[in-house]
T-cell receptor, first 113, second 114 residues
Framework: KQEVTQIPAALSVPEGENLVLNCSFTDSAIYNLQWFRQDPGKGLTSLLLIQSSQREQTSGRLNASLDKSSGRSTLYIAASQPGDSATYLCAVRKNTGFQKLVFGTGTRLLVSP | GAGVSQSPSNKVTEKGKDVELRCDPISGHTALYWYRQRLGQGLEFLIYFQGNSAPDKSGLPSDRFSAERTGESVSTLTIQRTQQEDSAVYLC????????????FGPGTRLTVL
């Protein structure tokens, strides 16, 4: 059974810092991995999607890496801003059978001005 | 265009009552998913609809939970005889077609069972 773990559970940083969020998964047979952002009272917003054949994806100040063999992904946020405050979720999609998403428990990020 | 919408945004009910949660997917999206997010936990998959195919109900936690979808439109998640452990945010998502497509999430319904 696929299990997804995110560390740390919560993180508080001052504005401007670079930071790394971690995601690990137990079954490396994945189709892709996705990072989402969740704001209070709102749904999830997809940030980056990395296919199993890729090593990283970049969008603006965000960079996500994937090491499938070790079951790890990181989300790097450069020059953090108060608007980045949210919960960040990673999810993996398996590559056999019904390709449902399996989510981690999230990292709650607070960026202080 | 309009995103995924869910109603109500909040629902407070008494233990033992039945509740219905509604999801309006993005127009044209054939796939629809329901998830549950309990406090401090990750999203749990509940059920998946794809077009007119039989839904994948493998994530439903008990027979008190059921869901329907009419064609490729609105879906309703029904919880009968609610229990306190049913308290959670229920999220709906839709995608254009294939399971591997990006899912677009609604804002969720926060259910509190007293």
């Amino acid at each position: 059974k696929q299990e997804v773990t995110q560390i740390p559970a919560a993180l508080s940083v001052p504005e401007g810092e670079n930071l790394v969020l971690n995601c690990s998964f137990t079954d490396s047979a994945i189709y892709n991995l996705q990072w989402f952002r969740q704001d209070p009272g709102k749904g999830l917003t997809s940030l980056l999607l990395i296919q199993s054949s890729q090593r990283e994806q970049t969008s603006g100040r965000l960079n996500a890496s994937l090491d499938k063999s070790s079951g790890r992904s990181t989300l790097y946020i450069a020059a953090s801003q108060p608007g980045d405050s949210a919960t960040y979720l990673c999810a993996v999609r398996k590559n056999t059978g019904f390709q449902k998403l399996v989510f981690g428990t999230g990292t709650r990020l607070l960026v202080s001005p | 265009g309009a995103g995924v919408s869910q109603s109500p945004s909040n629902k407070v009910t008494e233990k033992g009552k039945d509740v219905e949660l509604r999801c309006d997917p993005i127009s044209g999206h054939t796939a629809l998913y329901w998830y549950r997010q309990r406090l401090g936990q990750g999203l749990e998959f509940l059920i998946y609809f794809q077009g007119n195919s039989a839904p994948d109900k493998s994530g439903l936690p008990s027979d008190r939970f059921s869901a329907e979808r009419t064609g490729e439109s609105v879906s309703t998640l029904t919880i009968q005889r609610t229990q306190q452990e049913d308290s959670a945010v229920y999220l709906c998502a839709s995608s254009p077609g294939l399971e591997r497509d990006t899912q677009y999430f609604g804002p969720g319904t926060r259910l509190t069972v007293l």
